[in-house]
């Protein structure tokens, strides 16, 4: 946790994990809201890296406590998504898997119900995503390699601690077993800026997090996983890529660069209340337009050099 935050967000942290009822686990989440917005407006230069993984850490700490454990039949909640990657906001969808204790059940409903209650939103997870015991995921994380699943391994790979671990081993024989996290990736890639006359068109609808911070972490995942790295921070995850030879240090630079400038905006957006809406073009702050069109230019440019690299590579290896 970084030292920098105000005492009232380190001290709601340290109450998270702690919560003996749902009545004081929601109370915790809605305040944490109040204090995210508070955190921002009184700032006047926002490190949206440290607000982010706070804010994501709080609700992690929340879903392992012993009120949420208690809701769960003693389930152990492994966060992935955004909050995995610790770079949630209230937005942002919360993920899970629910590791079951040998001979109990689980209903993913109430954890459901819970976190809607409590100001949360819930993105759902593939329909196999059922409660199973840690063998069961185990089985399915080697499943989802085999059926080059890029959208499973991309939550076992989010969900960090020995899920990542084991999806990491599962690939570690062939680093071309990573590729459909890069499919998936590519998939979700924005598509080209219109312009008309030099300039984005006025009209055009903006979704800063579906056209920079999703791409992004997809990209910087799939670097990660090949390097056989199991970070989950997104900044972190480029930079394991370029150590490990997967980005370059330019793509890595660009990245970074784009990254910083996708969550800060995305933080701002939100605390402007318009953080889960998409937006017209005409209608953002002139800094906030120049900021999303810099980060855009520098993403493309990283997908178009990654994608033109390894699938020259790709080329070159099926030839032979």
């Given at each position: 946790?970084?030292t920098?935050?105000?005492?009232?967000?380190?001290?709601?942290?340290?109450?998270a994990?702690?919560c003996?009822?749902?009545?004081?686990?929601?109370?915790?989440?809605?305040?944490?809201?109040?204090?995210?917005?508070?955190?921002?407006?009184?700032?006047?230069?926002?490190?949206?890296?440290?607000?982010?993984?706070?804010?994501?850490?709080?609700?992690?700490?929340?879903?392992?406590?012993?009120?949420?454990?208690?809701?769960?039949?003693?389930?152990?909640?492994?966060?992935?998504?955004?909050?995995g990657?610790?770079h949630?906001?209230?937005?942002?969808?919360?993920?899970?898997?629910?590791?079951?204790?040998e001979?109990?059940?689980?209903?993913?409903?109430?954890?459901?119900?819970?976190?809607?209650?409590?100001?949360?939103?819930?993105?759902?997870?593939?329909?196999?995503?059922?409660?199973?015991?840690?063998?069961?995921?185990?089985?399915?994380?080697?499943?989802?390699?085999?059926?080059?699943?890029?959208?499973?391994?991309?939550?076992?790979?989010?969900?960090?601690?020995?899920?990542?671990?084991?999806?990491?081993?599962?690939?570690?024989?062939?680093?071309?077993?990573?590729t459909?996290?890069?499919?998936?990736?590519?998939e979700?890639?924005?598509?080209?800026?219109?312009?008309?006359?030099?300039?984005?068109?006025?009209?055009?609808?903006?979704?800063?997090?579906?056209?920079l911070?999703?791409?992004?972490a997809?990209?910087?995942?799939?670097?990660?996983?090949?390097?056989?790295?199991?970070?989950?921070e997104?900044?972190?995850?480029?930079?394991?890529?370029?150590?490990?030879?997967?980005?370059?240090?330019?793509?890595?630079?660009?990245?970074?660069?784009?990254?910083?400038?996708?969550?800060?905006?995305?933080?701002?957006?939100?605390?402007?209340?318009?953080?889960?809406?998409?937006?017209?073009?005409d209608?953002?702050?002139?800094?906030?337009?120049?900021?999303?069109?810099?980060?855009?230019?520098?993403?493309?440019?990283?997908?178009?050099?990654?994608?033109?690299?390894?699938?020259?590579?790709?080329?070159?290896?099926?030839?032979?």
């Amino acid at each position: 946790m970084p030292t920098s935050l105000h005492p009232s967000l380190r001290q709601l942290l340290e109450q998270a994990p702690q919560c003996p009822s749902l009545a004081m686990a929601r109370d915790i989440l809605e305040e944490s809201h109040i204090l995210l917005r508070n955190a921002i407006s009184h700032e006047d230069k926002v490190d949206a890296w440290s607000l982010t993984r706070w804010f994501s850490d709080v609700v992690q700490a929340v879903l392992h406590s012993p009120a949420v454990s208690d809701l769960c039949g003693g389930a152990t909640i492994v966060v992935t998504g955004a909050f995995g990657r610790g770079h949630g906001l209230p937005t942002s969808g919360v993920q899970w898997l629910s590791v079951l204790r040998e001979g109990r059940s689980s209903d993913d409903a109430a954890l459901k119900q819970f976190c809607e209650s409590a100001g949360l939103t819930v993105h759902p997870t593939p329909d196999w995503f059922t409660p199973a015991d840690k063998q069961q995921w185990r089985r399915r994380i080697h499943q989802s390699v085999e059926q080059g699943d890029g959208e499973a391994m991309g939550l076992f790979a989010d969900a960090g601690t020995w899920v990542a671990a084991e999806l990491a081993a599962a690939v570690s024989s062939d680093a071309e077993l990573s590729t459909p996290l890069l499919t998936h990736a590519a998939e979700v890639r924005p598509p080209a800026i219109e312009v008309i006359d030099g300039l984005p068109k006025r009209d055009r609808v903006v979704d800063m997090h579906a056209e920079l911070v999703v791409p992004l972490a997809k990209l910087a995942r799939w670097a990660s996983i090949r390097a056989g790295n199991t970070v989950t921070e997104t900044d972190r995850r480029i930079a394991a890529g370029e150590v490990a030879g997967v980005l370059s240090h330019h793509e890595a630079a660009y990245a970074r660069e784009a990254w910083t400038a996708a969550i800060t905006l995305q933080l701002h957006r939100w605390a402007d209340r318009a953080g889960g809406h998409v937006m017209r073009w005409d209608l953002l702050p002139q800094l906030d337009r120049s900021a999303f069109g810099a980060a855009s230019r520098l993403l493309s440019d990283v997908f178009a050099a990654v994608e033109a690299r390894y699938n020259q590579a790709k080329s070159v290896e099926e030839g032979k």
